[in-house]
């Protein structure tokens, strides 16, 4: 006995993390109640590994809740916001995707290479025939967040808005064409 406790031998061990875990109510109780009746050296450690690997409680555990989806606010008219992503590689090529949040019409570009000009290049193309955005919607990749891409959305009155770093499917609609095409 260690005070009020019984003190448990490596062979026994098992069979008591078993006997105390048997009610699944969890590592912190499953602690508790071996704190309070027995011990041996690291047995909250041993406590935590055995719950954590316990398979009926691994189904029933509580998942994270997931982030509250923002829906993107409604466009008046075509062409007003458009959102812009990089699609690749898909048989060695690079893609990008406008997609006009109003009528969700897409353009999928062939990109050779992805560089900041080649981009703008590949938008003014776009923009010719269907007009100069008031939004522009992209992630934070380098082609996006260069001078160059800033200067082309500056000088033709775009506004640009990029989500916050890692969060990459707030991108909306380019993004998720993109998930949908994989």
Same mark, same amino acid.
Not at 59 to 75: D, F, G, L, Q
Not at 76 to 91: A, N, T
Not at 121 to 140: A, H, M, Q, Y
């Given at each position: 006995?260690?005070?009020?406790?019984?003190?448990?031998?490596?062979?026994?061990?098992?069979?008591?993390?078993?006997?105390? /875990? #048997?009610?699944h109510m969890g590592? *912190?109780?499953? &602690?508790?109640? $071996?704190?309070?009746?027995?011990?041996?050296?690291?047995?909250?450690?041993?406590?935590?590994?055995?719950?954590?690997?316990?398979?009926?409680?691994?189904?029933?555990?509580?998942s994270p809740p997931?982030?509250?989806?923002?829906?993107?606010?409604?466009?008046?008219?075509?062409?007003?916001?458009?959102?812009?992503?990089?699609?690749?590689?898909?048989?060695?090529?690079?893609?990008?995707?406008?997609?006009?949040? /109003? #009528?969700?019409?897409?353009?999928? *570009?062939?990109? &050779?290479?992805? $560089?900041?000009?080649?981009?703008?290049?590949?938008?003014?193309?776009?923009?010719?025939?269907?007009?100069?955005?008031?939004?522009?919607?992209?992630?934070?990749?380098r082609s996006f967040?260069?001078?160059?891409?800033?200067?082309?959305?500056?000088?033709?009155?775009?506004?640009?808005?990029?989500?916050?770093?890692?969060?990459?499917?707030?991108?909306?609609?380019?993004?998720?064409?993109?998930?949908?095409?994989?």
């Amino acid at each position: 006995m260690w005070g009020h406790r019984l003190i448990i031998p490596s062979r026994c061990r098992k069979e008591v993390l078993k006997e105390i /875990h #048997s009610t699944h109510m969890g590592i *912190v109780k499953s &602690k508790s109640l $071996t704190r309070s009746f027995v011990w041996w050296p690291s047995c909250d450690k041993n406590v935590e590994e055995f719950c954590k690997n316990c398979l009926a409680c691994s189904k029933h555990r509580n998942s994270p809740p997931k982030a509250e989806v923002i829906e993107w606010p409604k466009t008046e008219q075509p062409w007003e916001r458009v959102h812009i992503d990089f699609f690749g590689p898909l048989h060695n090529k690079m893609f990008m995707i406008v997609v006009d949040f /109003h #009528s969700k019409w897409i353009e999928v *570009v062939y990109m &050779k290479n992805i $560089t900041s000009e080649n981009t703008v290049d590949k938008l003014r193309e776009i923009f010719s025939r269907w007009g100069l955005p008031k939004i522009v919607v992209t992630d934070n990749g380098r082609s996006f967040v260069s001078e160059c891409f800033k200067h082309f959305l500056y000088m033709n009155g775009i506004q640009h808005i990029t989500p916050p770093p890692y969060h990459p499917a707030t991108n909306g609609l380019a993004e998720v064409s993109e998930q949908h095409s994989q």
